[in-house]
């Protein structure tokens, strides 16, 4: 097998520091919210034929609970 090196253009967003309100992120969810709509609801969107909607949702492609998500970089797709 022959093997290649990708590079696919991407960013990151991390869980905010303790003093930016971790506390108050960890109490209500909206870290793993945002997680369960990427890995969730927008998968589905990717996986349709809805076209106009593949532009403005990035796929993402790593999730770790509580502390990151990777996302593809929509401005290398002229996306504003």
Do not use: M, W
Request: hydrophobic share 40%.
């Amino acid at each position: 097998l022959k093997t290649q090196n990708i590079t696919i253009p991407c960013f990151s967003k991390s869980i905010p520091l303790p003093e930016s309100g971790i506390d108050l992120n960890l109490s209500i969810g909206a870290f793993q919210k945002e997680i369960f709509i990427y890995e969730k609801i927008f998968q589905k969107i990717h996986n349709s034929k809805i076209s106009i909607l593949k532009s403005v949702v990035p796929k993402c492609y790593l999730t770790k609970e509580n502390s990151l998500l990777i996302f593809e970089d929509l401005s290398k797709s002229d996306f504003r």
